[in-house]
């Protein structure tokens, strides 16, 4: 899919989050999860402004980026989709913040629970490529995701199970599976 809106999204996603880099041990440009995430949500779905939110899903989160702005940029539809995956980070709790994503995204639409599941598809996947042989490391970077995130994306996994029919549904219930499995040695590498 090649449209000017998407050439515009990936121009704004570029600058917006310039010099932004991933949590992690190699200084990775941010920009290439989002173009990840643009790429899964393209094989599970045909329309434009999916996959347009999907460049822009972590500019009104991570950025100065403002609503208004994406409204004027783009439209009423590609912002509404990336306001219900955008976390509301006036929330300071930790689990409450992720208890009210997966809310938002349930109620945000088809749109929103592709890009929700895209996003922590390969999320959950970078930080098993970059952590595999470095338990201490990603519980330094990651020690939530080692106990209350496994029950935020189990959350999220219910909800994308109930009410998105959609393959990504299967592909997220696998990288999961595999997430929980890496979790779980995580765990016992640090109990022991």
């Given at each position: 899919?090649?449209?000017?809106?998407?050439?515009?999204?990936?121009?704004?996603?570029?600058?917006?989050?310039?010099?932004?880099?991933?949590?992690?041990?190699?200084?990775?440009?941010?920009?290439?999860?989002?173009?990840?995430?643009?790429l899964?949500v393209?094989?599970?779905?045909?329309?434009?402004?999916?996959?347009t939110?999907?460049?822009?899903?972590?500019?009104?989160?991570?950025?100065?980026?403002?609503?208004?702005?994406?409204?004027?940029?783009?439209?009423?539809?590609?912002?509404?989709?990336?306001?219900?995956?955008?976390?509301?980070?006036?929330?300071n709790?930790?689990?409450?913040?992720?208890k009210?994503?997966?809310?938002?995204?349930?109620?945000?639409?088809?749109?929103?629970?592709?890009?929700?599941?895209?996003?922590?598809i390969h999320?959950?996947?970078?930080?098993?490529?970059q952590?595999?042989?470095?338990?201490?490391?990603?519980?330094?970077?990651?020690?939530?995701y080692?106990t209350?995130?496994?029950?935020?994306?189990?959350?999220?996994?219910?909800?994308?199970?109930?009410?998105?029919?959609?393959?990504?549904?299967?592909?997220?219930?696998?990288?999961?599976?595999?997430?929980?499995?890496?979790?779980?040695?995580v765990?016992?590498?640090?109990?022991?």
């Amino acid at each position: 899919m090649y449209s000017y809106q998407i050439e515009k999204a990936v121009q704004a996603a570029a600058a917006l989050h310039h010099n932004q880099y991933r949590k992690g041990p190699v200084p990775i440009p941010y920009v290439t999860h989002v173009f990840s995430v643009f790429l899964l949500v393209q094989d599970y779905t045909p329309h434009e402004d999916t996959a347009t939110a999907a460049l822009l899903h972590d500019t009104l989160e991570d950025t100065d980026y403002t609503e208004a702005a994406l409204r004027e940029d783009f439209s009423d539809a590609v912002a509404n989709i990336v306001l219900a995956v955008s976390e509301d980070t006036s929330i300071n709790d930790w689990v409450a913040r992720k208890k009210e994503y997966v809310r938002s995204v349930a109620e945000g639409g088809e749109a929103a629970l592709i890009i929700s599941a895209a996003d922590k598809i390969h999320n959950m996947r970078s930080m098993i490529e970059q952590y595999h042989d470095d338990v201490p490391g990603y519980l330094e970077a990651f020690s939530r995701y080692a106990t209350d995130g496994l029950v935020f994306l189990e959350n999220l996994q219910s909800i994308l199970t109930e009410q998105l029919d959609n393959a990504i549904v299967a592909e997220f219930q696998h990288v999961y599976s595999e997430f929980n499995t890496f979790n779980q040695h995580v765990n016992e590498q640090k109990n022991s």
